[in-house]
């Protein structure tokens, strides 16, 4: 898998207030964040909701296996869901317990998966026709 770059002012993510470090409602963002990654089902729908709106931060992200992509994967699905910073999410991670994290991570390794197979999907055969 080859890395995708975009300029950081057209990822989506970026766009819609991840990397923010002044928030009001503090506790209701973190709350909001402890609410999403501890329920499976909406979890992944939000997560796959994600990668068809925020195909620039996505490929940024999910291209680069040198990342922690799994959190990338909550905190965009966060940000995405409720609007909650990077920061307050890494926030509620840290309240939540092994078991709701090891669920979590599994629901974003379904993702990156997903990610994968349409990124191989799409670059399958790439430069290996003739033009004539």
């Known amino acids: 898998?080859?890395?995708?770059?975009?300029k950081y002012t057209e990822w989506e993510d970026f766009q819609n207030g991840m990397f923010e470090t002044e928030f009001k409602n503090e506790e209701l963002l973190i709350n909001q964040a402890v609410k999403l990654l501890s329920n499976e089902a909406m979890f992944f729908d939000i997560s796959l909701k994600v990668?068809?709106?925020?195909?620039?931060?996505s490929d940024v992200n999910l291209s680069n296996k040198n990342s922690n992509r799994q959190s990338w994967i909550g905190q965009a699905a966060c940000c995405f869901a409720f609007s909650v910073p990077e920061t307050l999410t890494r926030k509620a991670w840290n309240s939540l317990?092994?078991?709701?994290?090891?669920?979590a991570n599994?629901?974003?390794?379904?993702?990156?998966?997903?990610?994968e197979r349409k990124y191989?999907?799409?670059?399958?055969?790439?430069?290996?026709k003739m033009l004539f």
Do not use: C, P
């Open 97 to 103: 317990d092994l078991i709701t994290k090891i669920k």
């Open 106 to 115: 599994l629901v974003a390794d379904k993702i990156i998966r997903i990610y």
């Open 1 to 6: 898998m080859t890395q995708i770059y975009y």
């Open 51 to 57: 990668l068809e709106k925020w195909t620039v931060s």
């Open 120 to 128: 191989f999907e799409l670059h399958r055969n790439v430069g290996e």
